[in-house]
T-cell receptor, first 113, second 111 residues
Framework: DAGVTQSPTHLIKTRGQHVTLRCSPI?????VSWYQQVLGQGPQFIFQ???????GRGNFPDRFSARQFPNYSSELNVNALLLGDSALYLC????????????FGQGTRLTVV | RKEVEQDPGPFNVPEGATVAFNCTYS??????FFWYRQDCRKEPKLLMS???SGNEDGRFTAQLNRASQYISLLIRDSKLSDSATYLC????????????FGSGTQLTVLP
């Protein structure tokens, strides 16, 4: 069975550009979350979607947005990129309900120059 | 104060050693607890959930003390393959499926 898949795996962008990151959850998982991990830190929560509705938002500026599609895949969009947005962006999926176990994709490594 | 605090290490131990990691969390509404491991430049992988009664999975034992807001992970008979960063993770009641991570403790098992 495929795990959580993310694309692209690596990306280099220029300051001020925008970026779209994509994620496909594990088959049957309805909850998708996005995390940002900068070097030396644990992942930080950005968004959570369940059944196409936003269920949680972390402390990130409005330049960050996301959505979930009917097939439960998800996109994370970041506008007006800053150097500080350089990080590993992780997508996570879980079943939903009372099962809290969460599984991560391999991440998209974004470098802003 | 960080919501989840861990000793960053690094911990360098010889093969076969027993090593313990500690973690404290500040939000008393925390309701679910996990240990994840993360290899260099890879994604975090769920190692084990942590239950109030304590739980064991092979060489790994996790403990939770809700009164002290403290979580631990014990690794017995360390293997070279255990070298990784270990992340303490909590979910806070009412925060949907948001996971709050510690900064991680780096472990290197030496031959």
């Amino acid at each position: 069975d495929a795990g959580v898949t993310q694309s692209p795996t690596h990306l280099i962008k220029t300051r001020g550009q925008h970026v779209t990151l994509r994620c496909s959850p594990i088959s049957g998982h309805k909850s998708v979350s996005w995390y940002q991990q900068v070097l030396g830190q644990g992942p930080q929560f950005i968004f959570q979607y369940y059944e196409k509705e936003e269920r949680g938002r972390g402390n990130f500026p409005d330049r960050f947005s996301a959505r979930q599609f009917p097939n439960y895949s998800s996109e994370l969009n970041v506008n007006a990129l800053l150097l500080g947005d350089s990080a590993l962006y992780l997508c996570a999926s879980s079943l939903g309900g009372f099962d809290m176990k969460t599984f991560f994709g391999q991440g998209t490594r974004l470098t802003v120059v | 104060r960080k919501e989840v605090e861990q000793d960053p290490g690094p911990f360098n131990v010889p093969e076969g050693a027993t090593v313990a990691f500690n973690c404290t969390y500040s939000n008393s509404a925390s309701q679910s607890f996990f240990w994840y491991r993360q290899d260099c430049r890879k994604e975090p992988k769920l190692l084990m959930s942590v239950y109030s009664s304590g739980n064991e999975d092979g060489r790994f034992t996790a403990q939770l003390n809700r009164a002290s807001q403290y979580i631990s992970l014990l690794i017995r008979d360390s293997k070279l393959s255990d070298s990784a960063t270990y992340l303490c993770v909590v979910n806070i009641r009412g925060s949907a499926r948001q996971l709050t991570f510690g900064s991680g403790t780096q472990l290197t098992v030496l031959p």
